[in-house]
T-cell receptor, first 112, second 112 residues
Framework: DTEVTQTPKHLVMGMTNKKSLKCEQHMGHRAMYWYKQKAKKPPELMFVYSYEKLSINESVPSRFSPECPNSSLLNLHLHALQPEDSALYLC???????????FGEGSWLTVV | DQQVKQNSPSLSVQEGRISILNCDYTNSMFDYFLWYKKYPAEGPTFLISISSIKDKNEDGRFTVFLNKSAKHLSLHIVPSQPGDSAVYFCAADVFGNEKLTFGTGTRLTIIP
């Protein structure tokens, strides 16, 4: 079982809204990730959580705020986004260093 | 600075023939390489991986070859099937970094 579940699949939000993307895995993976993918571009790493602690932040603007409530859940809180933040947001998980990273189906975000 | 490059944005192959997708990298620290397949509006699906201690890894119709001296890897799909039509990303990692770096992708189209 290599399932990473993301909700919602689609989200439209205004620039003044506050919303959250959610991610869940029950594979016992200890590392979880947020990636962002724009059209016709490769996925780009945003954050890495290792053992529920933020280990990597790729200089992401503070309007994106990650949270890892427990080892199975990862959230991405969104506030005051810009239209250029519209993209596919991918959650992923792995057993950790040197192990395969498995992706969810993504959440399509449109900022209007 | 694109550390992982897929120089062919697209490739068309006849059904039943071999598909060969290529990937080059510049960072000699990379020691783990993966191939992902992506359909539109879905997250990347893991296909096959190889560590730098090997030069070949095979899984069913998929074989990945690694040439460390040339900093080059390739994915062979034999025989190619219509369901293989998708965008293929190669990705590279440094053990301990937990930061996948993706190539720009190659769109593979299998012609029936």
């Amino acid at each position: 079982d290599t399932e990473v579940t993301q909700t919602p699949k689609h989200l439209v939000m205004g620039m003044t809204n506050k919303k959250s993307l959610k991610c869940e895995q029950h594979m016992g993976h200890r590392a979880m990730y947020w990636y962002k993918q724009k059209a016709k571009k490769p996925p780009e790493l945003m954050f890495v959580y290792s053992y529920e602690k933020l280990s990597i932040n790729e200089s992401v603007p503070s309007r994106f705020s990650p949270e890892c409530p427990n080892s199975s859940l990862l959230n991405l809180h969104l506030h005051a986004l810009q239209p250029e933040d519209s993209a596919l947001y991918l959650c992923a998980s792995s057993r950790g260093q040197g192990n395969t990273i498995y992706f969810g189906e993504g959440s399509w975000l449109t900022v209007v | 600075d694109q550390q992982v490059k897929q120089n062919s944005p697209s490739l068309s192959v006849q059904e039943g023939r071999i598909s060969i997708l290529n990937c080059d990298y510049t960072n000699s620290m990379f020691d783990y390489f993966l191939w992902y397949k992506k359909y539109p509006a879905e997250g990347p699906t893991f296909l096959i991986s190889i560590s730098s201690i090997k030069d070949k890894n095979e899984d069913g119709r998929f074989t990945v070859f690694l040439n460390k001296s040339a900093k080059h890897l390739s994915l062979h799909i034999v025989p190619s099937q219509p369901g293989d039509s998708a965008v293929y990303f190669c990705a590279a990692d440094v053990f301990g970094n937990e930061k996948l770096t993706f190539g720009t992708g190659t769109r593979l189209t299998i012609i029936p």
